[in-house]
């Protein structure tokens, strides 16, 4: 049977660059190296942090979301929805280190010096914030997303049934987008998960105390314990694929 | 009583409505009929005030709402698609404008009147398009709002649902004494429903004896702006 060019293209480039790099990743597994990794007590307080802060940053960057997205149904020409707006999609294109450089700046000793010794730079809140900063646009877009395929007459109607906007935006519009809110938590929260750079610089690198996972994989590559870092990533592919997997399990629920 | 008093409105420099002036008595129905786009649906968001005119004043039962927001003026608003709140079922739809307030026997011949009685516990998408419909109009009738706006709700209904919604329509319009604008493209339901009829030429609303006069002025307008872009 012959085959169109999107299959000659699209399957090949597909497997090379998403397939095959995380299935050499599974395939570098060595029994050495999970034992040796899964009894690293900072392998698993890295987990831990990384769970927690994720959590975090997913929620502050719904609550966000959730700000926004108000504005982009009520407020749309206001100044303030254009300048959100455009810094919302600013974090996608900016260099993650000059994220946590701003970040380091604008909390770290000269500034918070009364908090600490480093400000907020270095500590757990440090790594919350970092990875919000990251992940918070992908919570506005699938938002704002939702509440464009929504039809504008359902708030029209919960006005003329009493509603003030913040009323019909809490009671209708984010009911009627749960699936979109949804989405935008499990985007944001795998996004989190992920955020490497600007976790180092304004969380640290700090073993047992602001260590992420991404930055243990990394601390592992630099010391030379390659079997760890490939038993650390894998882990970590395995969690990634599960919180992803939340979205196809979303359509399933048909929430 | 609704009265509209010179209203204008502009979208991006076009002019949408002119100088368009006209009441509606408790009891009444007034159909109002016009091409896409002639401006039927804006001049509705005005009077629920979910549009702000340019000029013109709008008048609710003596009292002056032009500059109210719509949750404060209490009239009634059923767009061309019911919008239905799908997180809720029929009942939590036909309440909602209640606010927590006790129902009455009045809501319970609204839902006896559109045969809704049977469905208040199903969702919005277990329910037929005609039945959509009739909780469109029973939500929005339910808080008995000062006046009543209907932007096309039997749009997209075959002749047969239309046969058996209309004379309920009018049943529960009429059970309500409030000043109704009923916004049509059809004939059929303008002669069934309508009291007193106007349409709407290139902005401006005219008042006509009936339904007939109304898609024949229609008729002669379309011809007339067919003419212009060739048609």
Request: hydrophobic share 50%.
């Amino acid at each position: 049977m012959k085959k169109n060019i999107m299959e000659v293209v699209y399957i090949p480039l597909f497997a090379l660059l998403v397939v095959f790099p995380l299935l050499m990743l599974i395939l570098r597994l060595e029994p050495k190296g999970l034992a040796q990794t899964f009894s690293d007590p900072f392998f698993w307080k890295s987990v831990y942090l990384t769970f927690w802060a994720a959590l975090g940053a997913a929620l502050l960057s719904l609550i966000l979301a959730i700000g926004f997205g108000y504005y982009h149904l009520f407020k749309p020409r206001s100044a303030i929805y254009k300048l959100a707006f455009l810094m919302n999609e600013l974090p996608l294109a900016l260099p993650h280190t000059v994220a946590g450089l701003a970040l380091l700046i604008a909390f770290g000793r000269r500034t918070m010096g009364f908090l600490g010794e480093t400000g907020l730079a270095f500590t757990p809140t440090a790594v919350v914030i970092a990875m919000f900063l990251a992940s918070y646009p992908l919570a506005a877009r699938a938002l704002t997303a939702g509440l464009d395929s929504m039809a504008k007459e359902v708030i029209e109607v919960a006005r003329t049934l009493g509603d003030t906007p913040v009323e019909a935006y809490f009671k209708v519009a984010l009911p009627s987008v749960r699936g979109a809110l949804f989405s935008g938590f499990v985007l944001a929260y795998a996004r989190a998960l992920s955020e490497f750079a600007t976790v180092a610089l304004f969380g640290g690198n700090v073993a047992g105390r602001t260590q992420v996972l991404a930055s243990y994989v990394f601390s592992q590559i630099e010391a030379g314990h390659l079997e760890m870092a490939v038993a650390a990533g894998a882990f970590s592919l395995v969690w990634s694929l599960a919180v992803v997997s939340l979205l196809s399990f979303r359509r399933l629920i048909r929430c | 009583m609704l009265e509209v008093q010179g209203v204008c409105k502009s979208f991006d420099g076009r002019p949408i409505l002119q100088d368009v002036s006209f009441k509606v008595q408790p009891g009444e129905i007034r159909v109002i009929v016009g091409l896409n786009g002639s401006g039927k649906t804006t001049l509705l968001k005005i009077i629920a005030g979910l549009l702000r005119p340019d000029r013109g004043k709008i008048w609710l039962g003596g009292q002056e709402v032009t500059h109210l927001p719509p949750e404060e003026r209490r009239v009634g608003y059923v767009p061309q698609h019911p919008a239905l709140f799908h997180h809720l079922t029929v009942e939590g739809n036909v309440f909602y404008g209640l606010k927590g307030k006790p129902s009455d026997s009045f809501i319970g011949k609204i839902l006896d009147m559109l045969g809704l009685r049977d469905f208040l516990s199903r969702r919005p998408e277990e329910l037929s398009g005609g039945y959509k419909s009739r909780v469109s109009l029973a939500r929005a009738l339910a808080p008995r709002p000062r006046c009543l706006l209907l932007d096309e709700p039997l749009s997209g209904f075959d002749l047969a649902i239309k046969g058996r919604l209309l004379p309920q329509f009018k049943r529960v319009l009429e059970l309500l004494q409030v000043p109704v604008v009923f916004v049509t493209h059809d004939p059929w339901e303008a002669e069934e429903l309508g009291h007193s009829f106007s349409v709407i030429v290139q902005g401006q609303v005219w008042e006509v004896p009936s339904a007939e006069a109304a898609f024949e002025i229609l008729k002669e307008s379309f011809c007339e702006e067919g003419a212009v872009v060739g048609i």
